[in-house]
C-alpha cells in the first residue's frame, strides 16, 4: 500500500459546524477506506472508495475520491459529539497502509 | 460476540522477557492481520495471513517478532527479547476475501508496556 498523508492532524469544531478532512498521496491509490476511532476503542470501518471521482455519503457524511485516485475527503455537516474521534484513511493493497489520522473534538 | 477477539487485553512485562499474544479472528474469515498502534499514529502494518500461509510480513519488523497461523483460524504474534520501544498497542484484524468486500474488523487490541 501507498503511504497517504492526513490533514489536519487536529480538529476542533463547534457542535453544529462542518468540517472536512484529508487524504492525500504522491501516487495512485488502490482503493481507500476510512475508519474511525473513539478515544479508547479499535479502528471501525467507515466506507471503501474504489472508483476514480466516486462520492459515497453515509447520513451526515460524505466521503470522495479523486479523479487521478492520489486523495480522498471525509466531509461531515452538523458536527455533534458522537463525531468525536480519529478518522483515518488508509490504502487497501492486500493490506492496509493508514494515515496518522485526524483526531476530531466537539465544543459544545 | 462473533467480533475479532484478543487476549490478554492488557500485558506488561520486563525488558528481555518473551510475551505472546493471541488473535480469534471472525470465523468465516481466511484472512488475519496484525498491525501495531502507538499514541497519536495510524496503525503499522506488521503481518498479515490468508488462511495459514503467512504472506507478507513488514520489512521494519526485526527478527525478534514471529507470527504463527497454524491452521488458518486463531494467531499468535510473538515477541522475544521485549525492548521498550515495543510498548504499544498491538491490533488484530480479520477480512473476508470474496468478492469487492475487503473490510477490515478490528479487535479490541492488546496493550504492551515494557518496563
Known amino acids: 500500500g501507498q503511504q497517504v498523508m492526513q490533514i489536519p492532524q487536529y480538529q476542533h469544531v463547534q457542535e453544529g459546524e462542518d468540517f472536512t478532512t484529508y487524504c492525500n498521496s504522491s501516487?495512485?491509490?488502490?482503493?481507500i477506506q476510512w475508519y474511525k476511532q473513539r478515544p479508547g476503542g479499535h479502528p471501525v470501518f467507515l466506507i471503501q472508495?474504489?472508483?476514480?471521482?466516486e462520492v459515497k455519503k453515509q447520513k451526515r457524511l460524505t466521503f470522495q475520491f479523486g479523479e487521478a485516485k492520489k486523495n480522498s475527503s471525509l466531509h461531515i455537516t452538523a458536527t455533534q459529539t458522537t463525531d468525536v474521534g480519529t478518522y483515518f484513511c488508509?490504502?487497501?493493497?492486500?493490506?492496509?497502509?493508514f494515515g496518522a489520522g485526524t483526531t476530531v473534538t466537539v465544543r459544545a | 460476540d462473533t467480533g475479532v477477539s484478543q487476549d490478554p487485553r492488557h500485558k506488561i512485562t520486563k525488558r528481555g522477557q518473551n510475551v505472546t499474544f493471541r488473535c480469534d479472528p471472525i470465523?468465516?474469515?481466511?484472512?488475519l492481520y496484525w498491525y501495531r498502534q502507538t499514541l497519536g499514529q495510524g496503525p503499522e502494518f506488521l503481518t498479515y495471513f490468508q488462511n495459514e500461509a503467512q504472506l507478507e510480513k513488514s520489512r521494519l519488523l526485526s527478527d525478534r517478532f514471529s507470527a504463527e497461523r497454524p491452521k488458518g483460524s486463531f494467531s499468535t504474534l510473538e515477541i522475544q527479547r521485549t525492548e521498550q520501544g515495543d510498548s504499544a498497542m498491538y491490533l488484530c484484524a480479520s477480512s473476508p476475501t470474496t468478492g469487492m468486500n475487503t473490510e477490515a474488523f478490528f479487535g479490541q487490541g492488546t496493550r504492551l508496556t515494557v518496563v
Open positions: 488508509a490504502d487497501y493493497d492486500y493490506k492496509l497502509s
Open positions: 470465523s468465516e474469515h481466511n484472512r
Open positions: 501516487t495512485t491509490l488502490s482503493n
Open positions: 472508495l474504489v472508483k476514480s471521482g
